[in-house]
């Protein structure tokens, strides 16, 4: 079949969803049971299976003359990406707001507690301030993992678009008849 646009943005809508969501429910899981370094260790190996599965998956969908070569694989990639982090940052929106907010504040003042000596108490009030807001905003927590997804999502894609990647088969339209020049059926 031929990979149209409209399929092409589906598959990476659909990808990018359930990436999104398997990643927010993780990360959920994560911090509400203050699991550790094992825990990051499994959301990587399960990201890089989705990202492979699913680029496999609309790999395998294309038309054998046409295929689905490297370049289409690492743009699918990025595209589920987009949706990834649109999907995970409105999550953590909602994660941060209503169901951790005290976790994500606590951590918010771990972290400015080392800034602490560092500024002078305007500034250190000033940064403060913009981090507190921006952890419960769901527009910059958009904007923060679509650009951190495009950026793990592109380096993982590098190899999973070389493992994926269906190259084209110029002889694969002969396949269709018989000896006597019929199609089959």
């Given at each position: 079949?031929?990979?149209?646009?409209?399929?092409f943005?589906?598959?990476?809508?659909?990808?990018?969803?359930?990436?999104?969501?398997?990643?927010?429910?993780?990360?959920?899981?994560r911090?509400?049971?203050?699991?550790?370094?094992?825990?990051?260790?499994?959301s990587?190996?399960?990201?890089?299976l989705?990202?492979?599965?699913?680029?496999?998956?609309?790999?395998?969908?294309?038309?054998?003359?046409?295929?689905?070569?490297?370049?289409?694989?690492?743009?699918?990639?990025?595209?589920?990406?987009?949706?990834?982090?649109?999907?995970f940052?409105?999550?953590?929106a909602?994660?941060?707001?209503?169901?951790?907010?005290?976790?994500?504040?606590?951590?918010?003042?771990?972290?400015?507690?080392?800034?602490?000596?560092?500024?002078?108490?305007?500034?250190?009030?000033m940064?403060?301030?913009?981090?507190?807001s921006?952890?419960?905003?769901?527009?910059v927590?958009?904007?923060?993992?679509?650009?951190?997804?495009?950026?793990?999502?592109?380096?993982?894609?590098?190899?999973?678009?070389a493992?994926?990647?269906?190259?084209?088969?110029?002889?694969?339209?002969?396949?269709?008849?018989?000896?006597n020049?019929?199609?089959?059926?």
């Amino acid at each position: 079949m031929e990979i149209t646009k409209k399929i092409f943005w589906t598959e990476a809508m659909k990808g990018g969803t359930v990436m999104g969501l398997v990643a927010a429910a993780l990360q959920l899981t994560r911090v509400s049971l203050a699991l550790g370094g094992w825990m990051s260790i499994l959301s990587l190996v399960l990201f890089i299976l989705l990202t492979y599965g699913f680029t496999r998956r609309i790999a395998g969908m294309a038309d054998a003359r046409e295929g689905f070569p490297y370049g289409r694989c690492m743009g699918f990639v990025l595209a589920m990406m987009l949706f990834t982090g649109v999907i995970f940052g409105f999550a953590s929106a909602l994660i941060n707001n209503f169901l951790i907010k005290e976790a994500v504040t606590e951590a918010i003042d771990l972290q400015m507690a080392t800034m602490q000596d560092l500024l002078p108490q305007a500034q250190f009030d000033m940064v403060y301030d913009a981090l507190y807001s921006a952890m419960f905003n769901p527009l910059v927590l958009v904007i923060c993992y679509v650009i951190g997804y495009f950026i793990q999502g592109g380096i993982i894609g590098l190899f999973t678009s070389a493992m994926a990647q269906r190259q084209p088969d110029p002889l694969a339209g002969n396949d269709d008849r018989d000896d006597n020049g019929t199609g089959h059926e």
